[in-house]
């Protein structure tokens, strides 16, 4: 899943060397396959060139591995509660959460960029 916009992507296409129909979704996969293939980095240096407003859950099916990103201002709507089986739920339409949940429902934090593997 991927909300928002990235300010940069002339620039990451460049840096990461991608074609020019390349949108926002392959910079995102692009920047986290660079990582992984270079060694363990912590998730956050993944999205520190990243400019703009977004959120975005990328899941990795080699490594199992889920990552939840969200731009520094938190501006981007973006959703998280669990159900009552304690699964986690996400989404950037409250409905959907609320659905899925009931209630609380949570905003993503707005504090800092926030980047987490699961």
């Known amino acids: 899943m991927f909300q928002g916009h990235i300010e ?6 460049k840096q990461s060397r ?7 979704v392959i910079i995102v996969i692009e920047a986290y396959r660079t ?18 407003t977004f959120a975005f859950v990328l899941y990795g099916s080699s490594t199992k591995a889920t990552s939840l990103d969200s731009d520094v201002d938190g501006n ?11 699964h986690l739920v996400l989404s950037a339409d409250t ?11 949570h905003h993503f934090p707005k504090v800092m960029r926030m980047s987490f593997f699961l």
């Open 8 to 13: 940069n992507v002339a620039h990451l296409k």
């Open 18 to 24: 991608l074609n020019k129909t390349a949108n926002e």
């Open 35 to 52: 990582l992984r293939d270079r060694g363990p980095y912590p998730p956050d240096q993944v999205v520190k060139d990243i400019h703009g």
């Open 76 to 86: 981007t709507p973006f959703f998280w509660g669990t159900d009552s089986e304690g």
């Open 95 to 105: 409905g959907i959460v609320k659905q899925g949940v009931g209630n609380p429902l």
